[in-house]
T-cell receptor, first 112, second 115 residues
Framework: DQQVKQNSPSLSVQEGRISILNCDYT??????FLWYKKYPAEGPTFLIS?????DKNEDGRFTVFLNKSAKHLSLHIVPSQPGDSAVYFC???????????FGAGTQVVVTP | DAGVTQSPTHLIKTRGQQVTLRCSPK?????VSWYQQALGQGPQFIFQ???????QRGNFPDRFSGHQFPNYSSELNVNALLLGDSALYLC??????????????FGPGTRLTVT
């Protein structure tokens, strides 16, 4: 049962433009959400997180938006840079023990 | 500050064999979780160790077992390997459960190939 879904397997964006990655979830018990970036042959790298008590969290070029009523979150990257080319995973947790459930990932390619 | 380390990097085993993977958590972290990532999929939670005990377990058979040592490092053991066990095995460490922030930090993974 896939409780976290990333419906876009890939995204291509021009350098300097905005990248928007989307994630949907079905479990209303999720209360903490995270985004990870993964390069080939490396483990996922933590990017940014958001608690369910907030609807927005910003860290430099990365902003995560949470819409609880729609069970939807998104990651905005502005401006996109070539080094942002990677697979991005959305993850969610339903308890403070931190068991994470991941989406299938979105491959982002930033072109010059 | 050393991050999460895992060994070995790659491993090739034959169906039916047993394998042990190792993980050292990030400095200051005492909780270790293991994930399996099949090709083209997101990581799937296997189990989590805290205070040398398995605290949570995902939907994996008993062939998957683990251990945590007093220095917080951890091992993942898989018995009776199947071809379907071929995957990237990721270790993640975090702070004491219930203590913010809740982010988990991942190691580079061990690529297991079962032939």
């Amino acid at each position: 049962d896939q409780q976290v879904k990333q419906n876009s397997p890939s995204l291509s964006v021009q350098e300097g433009r905005i990248s928007i990655l989307n994630c949907d979830y079905t479990n209303s018990m999720f209360d903490y959400f995270l985004w990870y970036k993964k390069y080939p042959a490396e483990g996922p790298t933590f990017l940014i997180s958001i608690s369910s008590i907030k609807d927005k969290n910003e860290d430099g070029r990365f902003t995560v938006f949470l819409n609880k009523s729609a069970k939807h979150l998104s990651l905005h990257i502005v401006p996109s840079q070539p080094g942002d080319s990677a697979v991005y995973f959305c993850a969610a947790s339903a308890d403070s023990w931190g068991k994470l459930q991941f989406g299938a990932g979105t491959q982002v390619v930033v072109t010059p | 500050d050393a991050g999460v380390t895992q060994s070995p990097t790659h491993l090739i085993k034959t169906r039916g064999q047993q394998v042990t993977l190792r993980c050292s958590p990030k400095s200051g972290h005492d909780t270790v979780s293991w994930y399996q990532q099949a090709l083209g999929q997101g990581p799937q939670f296997i189990f989590q160790y805290y205070e040398e005990e398995e605290r949570q377990r995902g939907n994996f058979p008993d062939r998957f077992s683990g251990h945590q040592f007093p220095n917080y490092s951890s091992e993942l053991n898989v018995n009776a390997l199947l071809l379907g066990d071929s995957a990237l095995y990721l270790c993640a460490s975090s702070l004491t459960p219930g203590r913010a922030p809740y982010e988990q930090y991942f190691g580079p993974g061990t690529r297991l190939t079962v032939t």
